[in-house]
């Protein structure tokens, strides 16, 4: 075995919003990946429209930087708990990690999940306590904490002495010292050389590739995107693609393209060695978990375990009587095509056919795991419905159980009953309560999954858009009995027609409206929120009758309250049991599974 003593594979890992993308922004500009001149865009590794709308990792993304005549490989890694999976598979791509924590919020819930997942890979850390010039930052106890975590998570003494550097990726500099700002992020180029091993493997080997990530571009196809564990592979090889879950399929190919990160491209290469960190195209078969090995010797590589999903719901072909208005595909064979398609890059992703040929159903690992790959559909013209997420039991030991989640809450000490309180009848269980600097006490929990499905819009009203909740999947555990359903009723549109002022102003005293004037609706759609428990049936297509007499003060303005719109998330929080989100690339719907008032009554009383 040797060593590329001139490489170095390393993944920057936190917990959301925690700055890795702005890290990796200050690498790249400071290794001089970028001319003085350039326009380059803030978190320029956030290439996705979702990813920059919503300021979060979703997918990660290979880059690499050169130093003191070293080539370094960085994946930068999702902060959000619904995208572990992206996480999970992406460390086997590397010899270490960089984990980034917040000098003010310290570890966090997905802090642990990741560190867990490199610890237990054996993979050296380089921590990097970042925001120090944060007001609040407190990097001594921050420092304290991920120790702590550390022997925790039973690290081994090489892995307890990892060094510490501080950091303010913001302001472009890091340091040993959090006192000393210096110029620039060279004490962090300095540990990642000093610490993080240079790749082992054999040059002279059987070719091994292992794929960890799948790209796609619309003139080169699919590309695969690994890390050469053994041998050297060049341009026009014929490689044999092996998957360890499936060691009896086998097929050869040739690899008509062969790249290398370089900065944010990807520059042609003829012969890749161990170490190397690769896109492959030309291989449209290709797929996360293949290995690419040589054919005299075709021996698979174990790829890491992805955690199962614990979120599922209904995919369905929208049969609204408005279905068609706007997407521009309908059809379960061209819906069923795309969600299949999606399985090739979303190793946490579940899809399966049901009784019905227009309806599948998906699992995944969280609401926003979920909305995520909604919204991404509706962007490309996809029109379809979705049912209420559902929680994944399983039978352990003959004895139910459901999937538990870890609650971290930070929020202004005023708002800490109120969130106890919503939070217990929801079947949640507080482990720890402790008060850090800025009034703001930090609240954990344990609850099922299912008491959170719903719970973060009214989170946000009960704590004024002041509090902050992180969860992270804790496990399975004894289902925890039943939660009170929702406490509001949905007020339904009596008629199909268009939203007029008059109709919505009598409307408006019986709950909030979702739709504005002018809005085309249906019979069954939902179209508000009832004030009380129980749906009730509104007219707001009503006109007012015309008549050659006026009476004072009848033509007076009507007034009306600004109508609740409800992002695609809100949506899915607010459906009943009985709702479907009909999903169009211009509107978000929310109506009755059955439409027919008297259908549904009599529905309802079998």
Not at 124 to 138: G, H, Q
Not at 262 to 274: F, H, I, N
Request: contains cysteine; charged residues 25%.
């Amino acid at each position: 075995m040797t060593a590329s003593g001139n490489i170095r594979n390393v993944a920057i890992i936190a917990h959301v919003d925690h700055g890795k993308t702005t890290l990796v922004d200050q690498l790249l500009w400071q290794s001089g990946a970028f001319r003085q001149n350039q326009e380059v865009a803030e978190r320029v590794m956030d290439s996705g429209d979702l990813e920059r709308e919503r300021g979060i990792t979703i997918l990660a993304k290979n880059t690499s930087v050169l130093y003191q005549d070293t080539k370094i490989n960085i994946v930068d890694t999702p902060g959000h708990a619904d995208f572990g999976g992206e996480v999970e598979r992406v460390l086997k791509m590397v010899d270490g990690v960089v984990l980034v924590v917040d000098a003010f919020e310290g570890p966090m819930p997905q802090t642990k999940f990741v560190l867990k997942n490199a610890l237990d890979l054996d993979l050296p850390v380089v921590c990097c306590v970042n925001k120090v010039d944060r007001p609040e930052a407190r990097p001594s106890e921050v420092v304290d904490e991920v120790l702590e975590l550390f022997m925790e998570l039973e690290a081994s003494e090489s892995q307890l002495d990892a060094p510490f550097i501080f950091a303010s990726a913001k302001k472009g500099w890091a340091s040993k010292d959090p006192s000393d700002a210096e110029q620039g992020m060279v004490p962090l180029f300095d540990a990642l050389l000093e610490y993080i091993p240079a790749p082992s493997g054999d040059p002279v080997s059987h070719t091994q590739i292992l794929i960890s990530n799948i790209d796609y571009s619309s003139y080169l196809g699919r590309i695969g995107v690994g890390r050469v564990i053994n041998g050297t592979v060049h341009i026009n090889d014929m490689v044999t693609i092996i998957n360890i879950h499936e060691p009896d399929k086998k097929k050869t190919v040739k690899i008509s393209k062969l790249y290398e990160f370089s900065g944010l491209d990807r520059a042609e290469v003829k012969e890749a060695t161990v170490g190397s960190i690769i896109a492959i195209a030309g291989i449209p078969e290709i797929k996360i978990g293949d290995t690419l090995c040589s054919p005299e010797n075709p021996v698979p590589l174990p790829f890491s375990k992805i955690s199962e999903p614990t979120l599922s719901m209904n995919f369905m072909v929208n049969n609204s009587p408005f279905a068609g208005h706007d997407g521009k595909f309908l059809t379960s064979r061209q819906v069923r095509e795309r969600l299949y398609r999606e399985l090739n890059t979303d190793v946490s992703l579940r899809v399966e056919d049901t009784d019905s040929t227009e309806i599948f159903k998906i699992s995944g690992r969280g609401e926003l795991h979920l909305s995520i790959l909604i919204e991404t559909m509706r962007r490309e013209g996809y029109e379809f419905q979705v049912s209420k997420p559902a929680v994944l039991y399983k039978e352990i030991d003959g004895q139910l159980h459901e999937p538990m989640e870890a609650v971290t809450i930070d929020v202004p000490e005023e708002f800490t009953g109120v969130v106890i309180q919503k939070l217990g009848s929801r079947r949640g269980e507080l482990q720890q309560m402790t008060t850090s600097k800025g009034g703001y006490t930090r609240l954990d929990f344990s609850i099922p999954a299912r008491g959170l499905i719903g719970y973060r819009s009214e989170f946000l009203t009960d704590t004024k858009g002041n509090g902050i909740m992180n969860t992270l999947f804790d496990g399975y555990a004894p289902f925890k009995g039943d939660i009170p359903e929702r406490p509001q009723g949905s007020l339904i549109s009596f008629e199909t027609g268009e939203a007029i002022p008059y109709g919505m102003y009598n409307a408006q005293e019986r709950g909030s409206l979702f739709v504005r004037p002018g809005t085309k609706v249906y019979t069954g759609m939902v179209v508000g929120r009832n004030a009380r428990s129980g749906d009730m049936e509104v007219n707001i297509c009503k006109q007012k009758k015309l008549t050659n007499i006026r009476a004072s003060g009848s033509d007076d303005a009507l007034r009306l309250v600004p109508a609740e719109i409800m992002s695609l998330e809100q949506c899915l929080e607010f459906i009943a049991d009985d709702e479907l989100v009909e999903v169009t690339p211009t509107n978000l719907r929310i109506r009755k599974k059955i439409l027919d008032s008297g259908m549904r009554a009599r529905a309802e009383k079998k």
